[in-house]
């Protein structure tokens, strides 16, 4: 038995458990935004970079809540999912979810939903006159999370952009009141959208930190290992 | 090699092949019309019931083009799968792969996209101010086929409806060109959109028939039936 206790104490250090202790909050994946009963505003994202971060995160020792949008991709190991499909109940899950110690957002929030769903089918009506989609912002869920009553501690958003990403996502940082912005080009061409690698850009008050490209998979570990050095940091 | 080949000739008797030397275009599917380079209006469709048309059809004995919007299920076993996004590249597809016997056009074609997709990402402007999306209408994918030049012999289209199914349905059959119409209610209680089974109403210039809720795989079977004995009729 004393054998079998030290076995296990060299087994659990020999995997660095850096989040053991912490409760760490992770949005993932599109947001869908119904136009009525059958159709919807999507956007490409996969949710492999954000469910990646949510399996390295609970590899790291933390215990993980995923708030996923609509994906395709199997549920990471370890971590408790909350599956929403629009912007509006993803807020509500992530409120829901606070307080965390770290919130990674890397979900692709729909920014606008159709003013008013409606209750049947649109149809055409022979005519030719096509209906008009009036739309309306959405809540901002990195924003409110970065100015909220409960927030966290390490608050780390996302910046999916297709030109000037720094500027883009170097405007985001205070606007959204978060720590750090992973930014990265979504244009067409680099097919990180659905793809499984990712060039990312960590800006925070510190600068601009160019990451070579990765699978999404090492991007991941890379930033679970970025907030175990924060969190230290922050004591 | 007499008995092989008498073998042979029983095997394949055994399994009925009223489909033989038919070829047979199905369309399945959503269609995806982007709004920018990460977002599109999507519908809900599985692509389930196409999918198992083909399959069924396959199975029958013709040769089945399969034109399939964006699907997360497999391809069916024996089909030549083309892959398309929008109803534009959809009605694209369908016009290569004529002529045909019989289109099965069980696609959930987008009735609008979005007059000019936007080249870079439309990004919040601080404003509070929202994008307009202004639509246009889409090609009439069924109604092209059922009075093309090359029209098939039978064209047979679907209507997903979520409200007076028959009355919508029986003025598509007149209106598209089809000789048949499969009327379903897609409303969301009805679970159709994305579930495995679906409740038809099969309209055609000889009235109504209502086929009892079954999976979608039986649903393919017995429409697969009804081309044969359609084929047959016309000689």
């Excluded at 009525?36 to 469910?51: C, E, F, K």
């Excluded at 307080?99 to 005519?127: C, E, F, L, Q, Y």
């Excluded at 958003?157 to 009141?177: C, Y």
Aim: net charge negative; charged share 20%.
């Amino acid at each position: 038995e004393a054998v079998a206790a030290i076995e296990a104490f060299f087994a659990a250090a020999e995997t660095p458990r850096p989040l053991a202790g912490r409760r760490v909050l992770i949005t993932s994946g599109p947001t869908h935004e119904p136009i009525d009963p059958v159709r919807y505003i999507a956007n490409r994202s996969s949710g492999r970079q954000g469910h990646a971060i949510a399996a390295a995160a609970a590899r790291a020792g933390a215990e993980v809540v995923l708030v996923s949008g609509p994906v395709t991709i199997p549920d990471p190991a370890g971590v408790a999912v909350v599956r929403v499909e629009t912007a509006r109940e993803m807020l509500a899950a992530v409120e829901a979810a606070l307080p965390v110690d770290v919130a990674v957002m890397a979900a692709a929030v729909a920014d606008w939903r159709v003013a008013t769903a409606a209750d049947a089918k649109i149809k055409k009506d022979g005519s030719g006159a096509v209906p008009g989609l009036a739309l309306t912002e959405n809540p901002d869920i990195l924003r409110t999370v970065g100015h909220h009553v409960a927030r966290p501690r390490l608050v780390i958003g996302f910046a999916a952009e297709t030109n000037d990403v720094i500027a883009n996502g170097t405007a985001k940082l205070a606007r959204k009141g978060a720590d750090v912005i992973v930014a990265n080009d979504v244009s067409p061409a680099g097919g990180v959208m659905g793809g499984t690698r990712n060039t990312v850009h960590i800006l925070s008050a510190a600068g601009v930190e160019d990451w070579p490209t990765m699978d999404k998979d090492a991007v991941a570990e890379r930033l679970v290992a970025l907030i175990a050095a924060r969190l230290g940091d922050l004591g």
